[in-house]
């Protein structure tokens, strides 16, 4: 079992910027390969930005690509998705997840199916308004 925390949420105003953590309390951070995922009010979670257990592969969702990073601190324990030029269609619950460490590998062609993450955060609420 992995227990995610996010942390970081909150509101800003349009074109602001937001930094989320995720934090892996007590397990082997370094082997996770970890995502974001993000559920806007009223609609189905999407992908957002995943990235491998080495920093090497990062995956992004064309919606936020060029204005999203994401990184990790493997020392700390600790991954981070940097969100910059927010917009109000950016609001929505993001959550942290880390994929089945028994299925598919982290890819370009698997890193958006929400089907390959096991274990999910609460979730930490991103409100930008215009």
């Known amino acids: 079992q992995v227990q995610l925390v996010e942390s970081g949420g909150g509101w800003v105003q349009a074109g602001g910027s937001l930094r989320l953590s995720c934090a892996a309390p007590?397990?082997?951070?370094?082997?996770?390969?970890m995502g974001w995922f993000r559920q806007p009010p009223g609609q189905e979670r999407e992908f957002v930005a995943a990235i491998t257990w080495d920093g090497v592969h990062k995956y992004y969702a064309d919606s936020v690509k060029h204005r999203f990073t994401i990184s990790r601190d493997n020392a700390k324990n600790m991954e981070y998705l940097q969100m910059n030029s927010l917009k109000p269609e950016d609001t929505a619950v993001y959550y942290c997840?880390?994929?089945?460490?028994?299925?598919?590998?982290?890819?370009?062609?698997?890193?958006?199916?929400?089907?390959?993450?096991?274990?999910w955060g609460q979730g930490t609420q991103v409100t930008v308004s215009s």
């Open positions: 997840a880390v994929p089945s460490p028994y299925g598919p590998a982290l890819t370009s062609d698997t890193a958006g199916s929400s089907a390959l993450y096991e274990y």
């Open positions: 007590g397990h082997a951070f370094t082997i996770l390969s």
